[in-house]
Antibody, heavy 122, light 113 residues
């Protein structure tokens, strides 16, 4: 079964760092782009960026460039989303998702993780 | 950025009554070299991640009931639920994956009367 399993919910203080994970199984991890999507409480979906684990090519939404870092470790089929200094406004549900397609073109987001809730509060 | 808009914001339909959701992009998402519209529809139920329903504007994802259908091209798209069931209560989002950033519409909430 193709699935993405995300790390557990986190509660952090402003200024702290955080790295959440997304472990893929059931398909060849290095053949598909993986993306991250933010959903703030009661709000819409926002695409943050994508990474191609085969060669670590990474693309960010301009809204998130410089705010987060997306990475992947192909030896353990896991993608990551990290912050170096969290803010209260980072409080949200974060989903990882697999993109249909291939290295040379992206498709729709066909597989989604269960989400990781990040709460940032003093 | 390509801005996605949806209408209506919400709708309530009777069981079996057709539901239609519209999505408009600020620029065309039709790629001329392959004649594909880079437009997808997702369903999100409370407490769950989104689920892909339709991609390339009109191709139904495997396992999605055939009461869901997508149409349109260029900048104007429609998701139709031909005979809504109780389990279709959800928020529906359109998304373009034509260009970075891959923007989503604001969502349409569907309820059953």
């Amino acid at each position: 079964e193709v699935q993405l399993v995300q790390s557990r919910a986190e509660v952090k203080k402003p200024g702290e760092s955080l790295k959440i994970s997304c472990k893929a199984s059931g398909y060849i991890f290095t053949n598909y782009w993986i993306g991250w999507v933010r959903q703030m409480p009661g709000k819409d979906l926002e695409w943050m960026g994508i990474i191609f684990p085969g060669d670590s090519d990474t693309r960010y939404s301009p809204s998130f460039q410089g705010q987060v870092t997306i990475s992947a470790d192909k030896s353990i089929n896991t993608a990551y989303l990290q912050w170096s200094g969290l803010k209260a406004s980072d409080t949200a549900m974060y989903y990882c998702t697999r993109l249909e397609g291939s290295r040379n073109y992206v498709g729709a987001f066909d597989i989604w993780g269960q989400g990781t809730m990040v709460t940032v509060s003093s | 950025d390509i801005v996605m808009t949806q209408s209506p914001d919400s709708l309530a339909v009777s069981l079996g009554e057709r539901a239609t959701i519209n999505c408009k992009s600020s620029q065309s998402v039709l790629y001329s070299s392959n004649n594909k519209n880079y437009l997808a529809w997702y369903q999100q139920k409370p407490g769950q991640p989104p689920k892909l329903l339709i991609y390339w504007a009109s191709t139904r994802e495997s396992g999605v009931p055939d009461r869901f259908s997508g149409s349109g091209s260029g900048t104007d798209f429609t998701l139709t639920i031909s005979s809504p069931q109780a389990e279709d209560v959800a928020v529906y989002y359109c998304q373009q994956y034509f260009s970075n950033p891959f923007t989503f519409g604001p969502g349409t909430k569907v309820d059953i009367k």
